[in-house]
C-alpha cells in the first residue's frame, strides 16, 4: 500500500515539473515574442511604436548604447524608416551593431530595443520600456503644451521648468536667442499660457 502510495507521489512530482518545465518555456516564448526576439533579462531598455514616431529622440535609448554591457539594438521592420533612422545613425556613431526583424510572431507595442551581452539586473524602479515624454509631462502636472513645444525655441523661465522636472528632456528644447526675438520668435509656452505661467 505504501509503495503504491510512493510511486503515485512520484508520479505526481514527476508530472508536476514537467507542468512547471512547460510553463516556464512558454512564458519565456511569450516575453521574446514581446521582446523583438529577445530575453526580457538581457533588455537594456525599449521604445514602443507611438515613441519612435515622436520628434526628437529619447536619449534614454542614447546613453543605454553607451551601456558597457550593450551588444546589439533591435528594431522591428514594420516601424517607419523615417523615424527610426535617428536611432540608426547613433548606434553606428557609437559602433554598435543593429538588425532590423520580421515580427511576424511578435507581438505587442515593442518597435526597438537595446539588447545587452547577458542578463542584466535592473535598479528597482529602472523601468525597461521608456516612459514617453506626453505621460512623463503628465506625470509632472504640465500642461501638453511642454510636450507640443519639444524641438522649439522656449525662453528661459520655461527652459528652467523643464531642467527642473524633467533634465532628461532638456536637450529636446532649444533656447529661445535674442536673434530668434528680434525676428518675431515667441515662447510657443508662453503664448498658449498667456505668459510666463508654469502652466
Do not use: W
Request: glycine residues 4%; negative net charge; contains cysteine.
Amino acid at each position: 500500500m505504501e509503495i503504491n502510495s510512493v510511486s503515485k507521489n512520484s508520479g505526481t512530482d514527476v508530472m508536476k515539473c514537467v507542468e512547471d518545465v512547460t510553463d516556464r518555456a512558454v512564458n519565456a516564448q511569450v516575453e521574446k515574442n514581446l521582446f523583438l526576439g529577445e530575453y526580457k533579462e538581457r533588455i537594456i531598455k525599449a521604445l514602443t511604436f507611438e515613441e519612435i514616431k515622436e520628434k526628437g529622440i529619447y536619449y534614454e535609448i542614447e546613453e543605454a548604447l553607451e551601456n558597457k554591457d550593450v551588444a546589439k539594438m533591435v528594431i522591428s521592420r514594420h516601424t517607419d524608416f523615417e523615424a527610426i533612422k535617428k536611432y540608426i545613425e547613433i548606434a553606428k556613431k557609437k559602433k554598435i551593431p543593429y538588425k532590423m526583424i520580421d515580427n511576424l510572431v511578435c507581438s505587442g507595442d515593442i518597435a526597438l530595443v537595446v539588447v545587452a551581452k547577458d542578463a542584466i539586473v535592473h535598479e528597482a524602479g529602472d523601468e525597461i520600456i521608456i516612459t514617453s515624454k506626453l505621460e512623463m509631462c503628465h506625470l509632472k502636472h504640465l500642461p501638453d503644451v511642454y510636450y507640443e513645444a519639444m524641438e522649439s525655441p522656449i525662453c528661459d523661465f520655461h527652459l528652467n521648468i523643464i531642467k527642473e522636472e524633467m533634465p532628461e528632456y532638456a536637450k529636446n528644447y532649444k533656447e529661445l536667442t535674442f536673434m530668434d526675438k528680434l525676428f518675431g520668435s515667441k515662447c510657443p509656452i508662453c503664448q498658449k499660457l498667456g505668459g510666463k505661467k508654469r502652466g
